[in-house]
Every structure is written in structure tokens, then in C-alpha cells.
């Protein structure tokens, strides 16, 4: 394959295009459970502006963090993971930084030409956690960096977190089941953002950036990942009671894989074990938010179709 296709493939982490879309789209036909308005032509449009608009984030962080990642020590661990063909294309200088920043620019501008086509409200709904999404996506990029408490990580993954609710918002608007789905998935999103820094410890130093095996240990990351668990746990109790079964049976079947994956690297939190550790469950994390986003998406659409 030519080098310049897998530098491409390697920026937009195509190995999981498939699970942004997914994650966006369980949110749209929860809200349509509710609010009407399905139809297959929206899903498609819906999945087009998660895909999308998923894809400028990725592309934004390598473009933020491009001369940081030039000290990278160990690229055999996440980056393999996350990379099909293990390159950070930027800084290895296989995609040039103006040409990512373009693509950032481009998809932005796609992105929201799709989502002004979506109804009002909805459509700014959408448009301002878009918005809100990639200016935190730049604060964290930025405050890890120097931070000496974990602000970075807290307010950052909020994007991740708001994510399916901008898919609910496509359809819906704020109310009681879109905050469930943010408190559901913002502790998963904290727990899945410990164990990838886990991974990454070595390259975090070489980078010096401040992330949480950098400020509480690797056992104090264990503790952070295990934590945010619990409170997974007890927020999928409260958005559960708000779901079907068939949803219920997605969400059941994921927690499983996260008490799995948090038992186990709480298990070996030292410093020689912890990183392989949380290499190996690492796809706990995905499978579980498969699961969730697949569960809540058949089950929305066994209730509308």
C-alpha cells in the first residue's frame, strides 16, 4: 500500500471509523423514541456528522500536540494500538502540519454545513457543543502541558462525554434522558482516558506532559480508573431506569468488561506491570462502549421501527 494512504489512515484512525458514528447515532434514535422524526435518510446524515466531526477532533490533537510528539520514546504500545500501521503521521513528517490543518478546517466547515441542515433547534444545539467541543479539545491540549491538578483531563473529557448527547440533541432537546446519557458516559470517559495514559507513560515523560500516571503514580491511575468505574456503575443505574431491556442488556454487558478490565489492572498497578496490564484490557474499554451504543441503538430502534 502506498505510504502516503497509510500515513492517512494513521491520522484518522480508521481502524475504529466505525465507532464514532455509532456512539453519535445511539443518541439520535434514543431521542427519536421520544420526540418522532426517524428516518433512515436522517440516520445517515446523523452518522455523516459524527463521523465527521469525530474525525476533526482526532486530526486536531495530533495537529495540537505535532512537535510533542516528536519525543515519543515507544511507539509500539498506544499509538500501534490506535494506528493501523503505528505512525503519528505529523511529526514522523509523512503529512505536512498546514495540510492537517486544512483537513481540520475542511472537516469543521462540512461538519457544520451537515448539522445547519438539521431542524431548528436542533441544529444549534448541535452546532454549540460542536463548537464547545473543539475549543476544550484545544485547552486540553494545552493545559497539560503545566497543569499540577488533573483540570486537563477533567474539563477536556467532556467533549468525549458530550458527544452521544449532541447525537440525542439531533432530534431531541435537553432534557432528563440526555443528562442521564452525559453522567453514564462522562466516568467511563474518565476511566477509559486513565487507562490510555497508562499505556502511554513512558511517551508522557519524554513529553513532560502532566497526565495522571504523571500526577498521582501508576497505582494512584489504577485507583483514578477503578473510581471513575464506581461512579459508571452507579450512573448507568439511574440511565438505565430510563431505557428497554434490550438497552439494559447492552449496558449490563459492558459494565461487565469494565469491572473486568478495572479489577485487573488494579491488580497489577505497579510500575512494571501497569502498563502492559492496561494494554491488555484496553479493548475491554471499546467492546464495553460498543455495547452501551449498540444496545441503546437497537433498543431505540426495535421501539420506533
Request: proline share 5%.
Amino acid at each position: 500500500m502506498d505510504a502516503t494512504l497509510r500515513a492517512w489512515i494513521d491520522l484518522l484512525r480508521l481502524r475504529f471509523f466505525f465507532a464514532w458514528p455509532l456512539l453519535f447515532c445511539s443518541g439520535y434514535l434514543l431521542a427519536t423514541e421520544t420526540y418522532g422524526g426517524f428516518s433512515w435518510l436522517i440516520l445517515g446524515k446523523v452518522a455523516l456528522i459524527g463521523f465527521l466531526g469525530f474525525e476533526a477532533g482526532l486530526v486536531l490533537n495530533d495537529y495540537m500536540d505535532r512537535e510533542f510528539d516528536k519525543r515519543d520514546v515507544d511507539p509500539t504500545r498506544l499509538t500501534k494500538y490506535w494506528r493501523s500501521y503505528g505512525t503519528r503521521p505529523i511529526p514522523a513528517g509523512l503529512i505536512s502540519p498546514l495540510l492537517a490543518a486544512g483537513l481540520v478546517i475542511g472537516l469543521v466547515l462540512i461538519t457544520a454545513g451537515l448539522v445547519m441542515t438539521l431542524p431548528y433547534p436542533n441544529s444549534v444545539f448541535v452546532l454549540l457543543i460542536m463548537l464547545f467541543c473543539y475549543a476544550i479539545e484545544i485547552f486540553y491540549q494545552e493545559e497539560k502541558r503545566q497543569q499540577k491538578h488533573p483540570f486537563a483531563q477533567l474539563i477536556g473529557r467532556l467533549d468525549f462525554a458530550l458527544f452521544p448527547v449532541a447525537g440525542y440533541l439531533c432530534a431531541g432537546k435537553p432534557d432528563m434522558p440526555a443528562f442521564f446519557y452525559f453522567i453514564f458516559f462522562y466516568p467511563f470517559a474518565l476511566a477509559h482516558l486513565g487507562a490510555n495514559d497508562l499505556i502511554d507513560i513512558e511517551n508522557d515523560r519524554a513529553r513532560d506532559m502532566k497526565t495522571i500516571p504523571i500526577l498521582f503514580g501508576l497505582p494512584g491511575t489504577a485507583y483514578w480508573i477503578a473510581g471513575f468505574t464506581a461512579a459508571h456503575i452507579v450512573a448507568a443505574c439511574f440511565f438505565m431506569a430510563k431505557l428497554g431491556w434490550i438497552a439494559r442488556a447492552g449496558i449490563v454487558a459492558g459494565l461487565v468488561l469494565m469491572v473486568y478490565a478495572s479489577a485487573v489492572i488494579l491488580k497489577h498497578r505497579d510500575e512494571d506491570e501497569a502498563p502492559d496490564t492496561a494494554l491488555r484490557v484496553l479493548p475491554c474499554f471499546h467492546v464495553a462502549m460498543i455495547f452501551y451504543a449498540a444496545g441503546i441503538a437497537l433498543g431505540a430502534l426495535a421501539a420506533i421501527v
